[in-house]
């Protein structure tokens, strides 16, 4: 069972997902969810509660990945990690995108990824100019393409920091808990 917990402000990012990309099949999204992860997506999301990974990000995922990606739980991550570093990046936390170089952006992600995950360590490792890896906690134990939103969002935001050619491959973690990805770029 997994200990790590999301905060509203990415369900909120979640809904608005599936609302603008999708805005006529959100209904049906909702109605697709258990019973107590529909209630946290219903009505007003409190941005500063803290929500569990099972139910707000998971069951969210599968039924994304099921109704717009053919089941595919890997492309969905990435699409929903990507709009959300751009729903981000480019309204509250757009700062960070004022950063001078890339490798002081993904510096700055472990603060990012602090404020909407409980329980989730980052690390920056082997840093060099025009890559480095990022080991991170991972979200979903159990689950490796929970890991791919994040993996979305990291390479939206190096494209936000105009980053050209931002590739990203999954390297050794330095532990089973973890997971860990080369980020590039030109």
Same mark, same amino acid.
């Given at each position: ?29 909702? %109605? ?13 999301? $409190? ?7 099972? %139910?707000?990000?998971?069951? $969210? ?15 969905a ?8 570093a ?44 025009? !890559? ?9 134990e159990?689950? $490796? ?11 939206? !935001? ?19 808990t ?5 980020l590039?770029?030109?």
């Open positions: 069972m997994s200990s790590i917990q999301v905060k509203g402000t990415g369900l909120i990012s979640t809904r608005t997902y599936i609302k603008e990309r999708f805005p006529d099949r959100y209904t049906d999204w909702l %109605e697709s969810l258990p019973v107590e992860t529909r209630n946290f997506y219903s009505g007003v999301i $409190p941005t500063t509660n803290w929500f569990p990974v099972k %139910e707000a990000y998971f069951y $969210p995922l599968k039924a994304i990945a099921d109704m717009f990606f053919s089941g595919d739980m890997e492309k991550g990435l699409d929903i990690g990507e709009f959300s751009t729903y981000g990046l480019k309204g509250v936390y757009k700062v960070f995108l004022m950063i001078a170089t890339p490798q002081a952006l993904m510096r700055a992600s472990k603060r990012i990824i602090a404020l909407y995950y409980k329980g989730v360590s980052v690390d920056i490792l082997d840093v060099k100019k025009k !890559s480095l890896i990022l080991q991170a906690t991972q979200v979903y159990g689950k $490796p393409e929970m890991n791919f939103r994040t993996i979305g969002w990291c390479v939206r !935001s190096l494209e936000l920091a105009n980053c050209k050619n931002v590739q990203y491959k999954i390297v050794p973690a330095q532990k089973t973890q997971f860990a990805i080369l590039s770029w030109d």
